[in-house]
């Protein structure tokens, strides 16, 4: 019943941007913490960015001062702002969310993301 979906993803060049946006359906309450993941090939799924219903975030280490995560709680959409991206970015990009205390977590289906000459 509950629904994520995720969009914005594409090609772009290294040095490009491109914003992601996540919408979840199906719910009563917004989730309390959302985050974007990514899984590249051979790789394991990773933590990108998540951030609260209270706007605390999160980021991974090598993303911090490329990567922007908000949220619109009204709208239920979560972003991602990705600039300067580079080739080992490229990846699916998974939309999560999960309530505080819940037993499990909510995903999207991905979004592909390629950035390549």
């Known amino acids: 019943q509950v629904q994520l979906v995720e969009s914005g993803g594409g090609l772009v060049q290294p040095g490009g941007s491109l914003r992601l946006s996540c919408t979840s359906s199906?719910?009563?309450?917004?989730?309390?913490?959302m985050g974007w993941y990514r899984q590249a090939p051979g790789k394991e799924r990773e933590l990108v960015a998540s951030?609260?219903?209270?706007?605390?975030?999160n980021y991974a280490e090598s993303e911090k001062g490329r990567f922007t995560i908000s949220r619109d709680g009204a709208k239920n959409t979560v972003y991602l702002q990705m600039n300067s991206l580079k080739p080992e970015d490229t990846a699916v990009y998974y939309c999560?969310?999960?309530?505080?205390?819940?037993?499990?977590?909510?995903w999207g289906q991905g979004t592909q993301v390629t950035v390549s000459s």
């Open positions: 951030i609260t219903s209270g706007g605390n975030r």
């Open positions: 999560n969310g999960r309530y505080v205390g819940g037993s499990r977590d909510y």
């Open positions: 199906g719910i009563i309450f917004s989730l309390d913490i």
